[in-house]
């Protein structure tokens, strides 16, 4: 496996960000994880926050596809995440939910969370800030509209995806107890009804692809990190003139 020295900031002074958009069972999470780790960047799970609010408004009793009520309770959404990929964590108020929101009926509930737009524009302005705050040479962003919404001027701009058989048949390994056809049919019903929110199938323009439908993990994360340290060596490289 190579090595990747941490990467320079493109401007003095400046959180590089890297964006990483893709499906469910994409690999975003993990392989995101262990570049962050190689590059000595910061980690930031953005669909976690969706995730936490689910968690959060389930336990209110709220139904989650009633617009509505979902703002309705982010009045009183206490939400903090680490950004550390070695020491991660999820909390809402003094709750560690790191476990929790990865729960059956929270997956099944989140994309009534994410589909209110007064809610995305909210937790976009959430990321950036936690971004900048980091203390981080760099962070990596991985969700469903990072490259497009959230951070379309990042120097580094890429779409994980794998072919939905490869995605389901990993994400069932995950699993336990539950078939690969179960997980393809929730995969699927994840897909139509985000995609209904944001496109993250098609990489928008000055968006690399990195299809990792015949990679494992390793090579999966060596092809992330190839991509890294060519788009910061290009936009190092325009800054400077040359």
Do not use: C
């Amino acid at each position: 496996m190579t090595d990747h020295p941490t990467a320079s900031p493109v401007a003095n002074g400046e959180t590089i960000v890297v964006a990483i958009d893709g499906p469910a069972g994409s690999g975003k999470s993990s392989v995101s994880k262990q570049a962050a780790r190689r590059l000595g960047f910061g980690y930031l799970d953005t669909g976690a926050a969706y995730r936490a609010l689910a968690w959060h408004a389930l336990e209110h009793g709220v139904d989650t596809s009633d617009a509505a009520s979902v703002l309705d309770i982010a009045g009183s959404f206490d939400f903090s995440i680490s950004l550390d990929p070695d020491a991660y964590w999820v909390r809402v108020g003094d709750t560690d939910v790191t476990a929790a929101i990865r729960e059956t009926r929270v997956s099944d509930a989140v994309s009534g969370v994410a589909r209110v737009p007064a809610l995305r524009q909210s937790a976009s302005a959430l990321f950036r800030a936690l971004v900048a705050a980091s203390g981080r040479p760099g962070v990596i962003v991985e969700g469903r509209d990072i490259t497009t919404v959230v951070a379309p001027d990042a120097p580094v701009r890429i779409l994980l995806t794998a072919a939905p058989e490869v995605r389901a048949a990993r994400r069932s390994l995950e699993l336990t107890g539950h078939d690969a056809s179960t997980v393809a049919a929730a995969l699927h019903r994840r897909d139509a009804s985000d995609s209904g929110v944001v496109d993250f199938l098609t990489a928008a323009p000055g968006v690399s692809v990195v299809d990792s439908t015949e990679l494992d993990f390793d090579g999966t994360v060596d092809a992330v990190l190839e991509v890294i340290e060519s788009a910061l060596a290009t936009a190092t490289g325009a800054r400077d003139g040359n």
